[in-house]
């Protein structure tokens, strides 16, 4: 088969071989001509001392270091995340937007608070509504129908997480974010894919630290998720309240463990900080949780402020809803928590 063909395109190519050689010879003498020049241009530079004249190709650009990376379908998220926040207490990031010192050292415990007196001498007492967020009709119930000094606590896996900070703040609450925390019985009992593990290395903590700080703008501090193994770890726990202190928050325990390292590392640290006195929802019944919000009163007498959490249950709602109406009589003073917690060096200015 192969004898076929070869003598099919013999006579073609011996009939074309003059014009062939013709044409070979000319892309030498080209080629030769080409490389010439190329020498001269080079050898004749050095030689001359003129700089050698290169093409430089740009190469494809990046993100700016000090911008974070983040992906396009994001943008908008995060975007969202922030709103209704001070742009001079944000920091931009991959995990949304963090609080931060402004450059004037305001600080978001501050700034975000409600409007309090602080001439008023009366004892003060501080409700705490938590896990707001994830139940829709209940937040917005606890929203509606609270005093406005009673500060809600939002879940950090809620949806829709900035929409309800905003309608806090337009209903005049102050807010803030509960920080998933590993409890002793982990993981039966389990915060959540955010939280903070005794077993995690000190970064590893701090990014999930820093996934709930970015999930919205406008909170004045944090609280802890369950946590009574995190909180009495003292070693794993410096470095979250570190970056709590370093961004301007503040930072509510409810006393999730018998042996907290809370009060010692927020005193070393200067960290505005409290701690709840009592569970308003550890007697569910009307009964149970007036006698809680009654036992608050001679605390407050004798601290100058006190301080209790409950979950956003229907009836303890309508409690607090009656009892406050009662402080005014009692010389008492319902104030959010902004106004009851302060560094070791405020203490004066904060509890008179």
Same mark, same amino acid.
């Given at each position: 088969?192969?004898?076929?063909?070869?003598?099919?395109?013999?006579?073609?190519?011996?009939?074309?071989?003059?014009?062939?050689?013709?044409?070979?010879?000319?892309?030498?003498?080209?080629?030769?001509?080409?490389?010439?020049?190329?020498?001269?241009?080079?050898?004749?530079?050095?030689?001359?001392?003129?700089?050698?004249?290169?093409?430089?190709?740009?190469?494809?650009?990046?993100?700016?270091?000090?911008?974070?990376?983040?992906?396009?379908?994001?943008?908008?998220?995060? $975007?969202?995340?922030?709103?209704?926040?001070?742009?001079?207490?944000?920091?931009?990031?991959?995990?949304?937007?963090?609080?931060?010192?402004?450059?004037?050292?305001?600080?978001?415990?501050?700034?975000?608070?409600?409007?309090?007196?602080?001439?008023?001498?009366?004892?003060?007492?501080?409700?705490?509504?938590?896990?707001?967020?994830?139940?829709?009709?209940?937040?917005?119930?606890?929203?509606?129908?609270?005093?406005?000094?009673?500060?809600?606590?939002?879940?950090?896996?809620?949806?829709?997480?900035?929409?309800?900070?905003?309608?806090?703040?337009?209903?005049?609450?102050?807010?803030?974010?509960?920080?998933?925390?590993?409890?002793?019985?982990?993981?039966?009992?389990?915060?959540?894919?955010?939280?903070?593990?005794? !077993?995690?290395?000190?970064?590893?903590?701090?990014?999930?630290?820093?996934?709930?700080?970015?999930?919205?703008?406008?909170?004045?501090?944090?609280?802890?998720?369950?946590?009574?193994?995190?909180?009495?770890?003292?070693?794993?726990?410096?470095?979250?309240?570190?970056?709590?202190?370093?961004?301007?928050?503040?930072?509510?325990?409810?006393?999730? !463990?018998?042996?907290?390292?809370?009060?010692?590392?927020?005193?070393?640290?200067?960290?505005?900080?409290?701690?709840? $006195?009592?569970?308003?929802?550890?007697?569910?019944?009307?009964?149970?949780?007036?006698?809680?919000?009654?036992?608050?009163?001679?605390?407050?007498?004798?601290?100058?402020?006190?301080?209790?959490?409950?979950?956003?249950?229907?009836?303890?709602?309508?409690?607090?809803?009656?009892?406050?109406?009662?402080?005014?009589?009692?010389?008492?003073?319902?104030?959010?928590?902004?106004?009851?917690?302060?560094?070791?060096?405020?203490?004066?200015?904060?509890?008179?």
């Amino acid at each position: 088969m192969f004898g076929d063909r070869d003598r099919a395109i013999g006579p073609t190519q011996r009939s074309s071989g003059r014009l062939t050689a013709v044409r070979l010879g000319g892309v030498i003498a080209f080629v030769v001509a080409v490389a010439g020049l190329a020498y001269w241009l080079v050898v004749g530079a050095k030689m001359s001392g003129s700089p050698v004249t290169s093409v430089e190709l740009a190469l494809p650009s990046g993100p700016s270091p000090a911008s974070p990376a983040v992906p396009g379908g994001r943008a908008a998220e995060l $975007d969202k995340a922030a709103q209704g926040g001070d742009p001079a207490l944000i920091e931009r990031s991959a995990s949304g937007p963090l609080p931060m010192v402004a450059d004037d050292g305001r600080q978001a415990w501050q700034v975000y608070a409600k409007p309090f007196d602080r001439s008023d001498r009366r004892p003060r007492i501080a409700i705490v509504v938590t896990g707001l967020g994830l139940a829709t009709a209940e937040t917005q119930v606890a929203i509606d129908r609270l005093p406005a000094a009673v500060t809600l606590a939002f879940n950090p896996y809620a949806r829709d997480l900035p929409d309800w900070l905003q309608k806090a703040r337009g209903a005049q609450h102050e807010s803030i974010l509960a920080v998933p925390m590993e409890p002793v019985d982990y993981p039966r009992e389990d915060p959540g894919p955010q939280t903070l593990l005794t !077993a995690l290395s000190p970064r590893q903590n701090l990014d999930r630290l820093e996934w709930t700080l970015g999930r919205a703008a406008g909170y004045v501090g944090l609280t802890n998720l369950m946590g009574s193994r995190f909180v009495a770890a003292p070693t794993e726990l410096r470095p979250i309240l570190e970056v709590i202190k370093g961004r301007g928050l503040l930072f509510l325990e409810t006393r999730a !463990a018998n042996q907290s390292a809370v009060a010692a590392l927020a005193q070393e640290l200067a960290l505005p900080q409290a701690v709840n $006195d009592r569970d308003l929802d550890s007697n569910l019944s009307p009964a149970g949780i007036d006698q809680t919000l009654a036992e608050l009163e001679p605390i407050a007498r004798r601290k100058n402020a006190a301080i209790a959490t409950g979950l956003a249950y229907p009836l303890t709602i309508d409690r607090i809803v009656a009892w406050a109406g009662s402080l005014e009589g009692k010389g008492l003073v319902l104030a959010p928590l902004s106004a009851v917690v302060a560094t070791p060096g405020e203490a004066k200015e904060a509890r008179p």
